[in-house]
């Protein structure tokens, strides 16, 4: 499957931005979505995530109460929206997809997922 971020730039603190992943070539609703970021010089964390059965969404203690994840399956695309953004949410934000994830799998682990995105970048200034 391939993924393509979109929606990113510069905004001012306590802003809002709502990224999209665009997903093709598989059957989106088979895969668990998430959303990582990488700030510079720092690892890349985990953001949120859609499992692929349940509905159940995950967030990172970071951005929990002020992103949301949504998938639409009828569009094959994840949104990331963030509100109250805060300088330390600036980074490059990457979309990860993993098909039929098992429950026993963390979500919140980079290497739980097979394919990504080039990233989208974020820069929110004060």
């Known amino acids: 499957v391939q993924l393509v971020e979109s929606g990113g730039g510069l905004v001012q603190a306590g802003g809002s931005l709502r990224l999209a992943c665009a997903a093709s070539?598989?059957?989106?609703?088979?895969?668990?979505l998430g959303w990582f970021r990488r700030a510079p010089g720092k690892e890349r964390d985990f953001v949120a995530a859609?499992?692929?059965?349940?509905?159940?969404?995950y967030y990172g203690d970071s951005v929990k109460g002020r992103f949301t994840i949504v998938r639409d399956n009828a569009e094959n695309t994840v949104y990331l929206q963030m509100d109250s953004l805060k300088l330390e949410d600036t980074a490059v934000y990457y979309c990860?997809?993993?098909?039929?994830?098992?429950?026993?799998?963390?979500?919140?682990?980079?290497?739980?997922?097979?394919?990504w995105g080039l990233g989208t970048q974020v820069t929110v200034s004060s």
């Open positions: 070539g598989g059957t989106f609703s088979d895969y668990t």
């Open positions: 990860a997809a993993k098909r039929n994830m098992l429950f026993s799998e963390p979500y919140y682990y980079p290497r739980s997922y097979d394919y």
């Open positions: 859609s499992s692929w059965t349940g509905g159940h969404t």
